[in-house]
């Protein structure tokens, strides 16, 4: 049974949906194959599960306002990762333990029920942050009873502490939270059970200041823990590191840490942190094991606190995307990311050029341009530079081995940002996915992933293709349709 306070979160925020609707959905910059909120922010992916054959989605949500607050779990089901369905709001911040949010977390099936695990945000009238981590269970996938708070913080934490991903190993649950010690250094805590109901605090099993690491950021959050081809990679988003060289450029980052895992001594050995996406927009990934054993990772499309409110979609009411999913593996000395096989399904006829040459010009291709499309360029020869342009608003240029991003400043239009990437190859191929207001480029069959917002003018379709030297490539591109 719902609660009065429950029932009332829902209806207005149906009504908020309501309300914006028109504007919302006339807004060129909503996306075509991309899960977005249907009215206000979305945040983090949350409770991503293949259950009972459907594959789940949750989203951290703030319907009131495209500015953070007490977040809901918006909820996406699908049969196929092509077609997916917009469920009834999941959970609301309704709760004395979830009152100011119902913050990040996880999915996980066990006896026949599709459980959540949350924290729930709470926020005293002095303003202090409480966090607790909480469950709630459901019979169908979509509705969700809460079961109320099953961890409460530890000592040697500030109430910074959240975030909290289950998985099973033989018979024992573990659960990895997000959490900031009492010295204000980020780390990635452990927890486990033997009976899914008490959970015991293990400790820390890395973070800022732990072993080699060195300083490492004051908090982190949306940690994920799991094996890939015998490693463990721990997938985290730390708080407070600087920038270094072409690294870390974004506000806060999202990559991981290779290793093992010792259980015994609660130690995660592992080597240097590596950023999972080299773009713009990108945080708070989580992924899930599916039924074909597939590692399958989705992002945020946004970083907090980096010019969110310069978008412009806050004037239609809404901000912020997911990624499209991608398939982790593990090459034997980083992680892969290749766009989820699935994704082919939404492909129209392919137009294809099996060799072109520019040298020292600028040129269209015929039949290349579009918002809503999958590039694919294999190069034979980049003799010195290469770009691609797109819609007068983004360019991808390469050189010397760095691959650069470049778009106008979302808050100082007249300016231009940069990302750059140092290959460890040269620039063998790329595979763009473009969707109105979005832009990912997976390099090199995913050795490297570059994903941003883009806002072109909504006439701009063109893509033109710019060479110093001699540059020969193929394309082959493809229309893309929407999954709704
Ligand atoms: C990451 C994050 C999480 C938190 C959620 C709140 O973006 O800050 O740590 O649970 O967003 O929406």
Redesign the pocket.
């Known amino acids: 049974m719902l609660s009065e306070r429950d029932l009332e979160l829902r209806k207005l925020a149906n009504e908020e949906i309501e309300r914006y609707k028109d504007k919302v959905e006339a807004d060129p910059y909503r996306l075509n194959y991309h899960h977005m909120a249907p009215v206000g922010l979305l945040?983090?992916p949350n409770g991503f599960i293949q259950w009972k054959g459907t594959y789940h989605l949750f989203y951290?949500w703030m319907p009131f306002d495209t500015d953070?607050g007490a977040?809901f779990w918006g909820h996406y089901s699908s049969e196929d990762f092509v077609h997916w369905k917009h469920e009834d709001i999941a959970l609301t911040p309704s709760d004395w333990f979830d009152e100011n949010?119902v913050?990040?977390g996880s999915a996980i099936a066990h006896d026949d029920y599709l459980y959540l695990f949350y924290?729930g945000?709470v926020k005293d009238e002095n303003g202090e942050r409480e966090s607790y981590q909480c469950v709630a269970v459901s019979e169908d996938g979509v509705n969700f009873e809460k079961k109320g708070v099953s961890v409460f913080l530890p000592e040697g934490y500030t109430s910074h502490f959240?975030?909290p991903k289950v998985w099973k190993e033989g018979d024992t649950w573990y659960m990895v939270v997000?959490a900031q010690s009492e010295d204000l250094q980020g780390k990635a805590v452990l927890f486990k059970s033997e009976d899914f109901s008490e959970w015991e605090h293990l400790g820390v099993i890395t973070g800022s200041g732990e072993g080699k690491l060195g300083e490492f950021g004051y908090m982190w959050?949306?940690p994920d823990l799991f094996e890939l081809d015998g490693k463990h990679i721990l997938v985290v988003?730390p708080q407070g590191l600087e920038a270094e060289g072409m690294q870390f450029a974004n506000t806060y980052q999202s990559g991981y840490f290779a290793g093992s895992l010792d259980f015994e001594k609660v130690r995660l050995k592992h080597g240097d942190f590596r950023e999972l996406d080299r773009g713009f927009e990108f945080?708070?990934p989580q992924t899930t094991l599916d039924y074909k054993g597939r590692r399958i990772l989705i992002g945020?499309m946004g970083v907090?606190d980096q010019y969110e409110q310069a978008q412009p979609t806050i004037e239609n009411h809404w901000v912020h995307c997911l990624t499209i999913p991608r398939e982790l593996t593990w090459n034997g000395e980083q992680l892969i990311q290749t766009p989820l096989d699935e994704l082919k399904e939404m492909r129209g006829p392919v137009i294809l050029h099996s060799s072109i040459t520019i040298e020292n010009d600028q040129k269209a291709v015929r039949g290349i341009e579009g918002k809503s499309i999958e590039l694919n360029l294999e190069f034979d020869e980049i003799e010195n530079q290469f770009a691609i342009e797109m819609f007068q608003y983004a360019s991808l240029s390469y050189k010397d081995g760095i691959l650069t991003l470049s778009r106008p400043h979302f808050e100082e239009n007249q300016k231009t940002e940069f990302r750059r990437v140092e290959l460890a190859g040269k620039l063998k191929s790329l595979r763009l996915f473009i969707d109105h207001s979005s832009l990912e480029v997976f390099v090199n069959e995913g050795e490297e992933v570059l994903t941003s917002r883009i806002f072109p003018h909504s006439e701009d379709e063109h893509i033109l293709f710019t060479s110093l030297g001699t540059s020969t490539f193929s394309i082959e591109q493809w229309k893309l349709k929407g999954f709704q």
């Open positions: 945040n983090d951290q953070h977040k949010g913050y990040s924290t945000n959240r975030d997000g959050e949306c988003s945080y708070a945020w907090p």
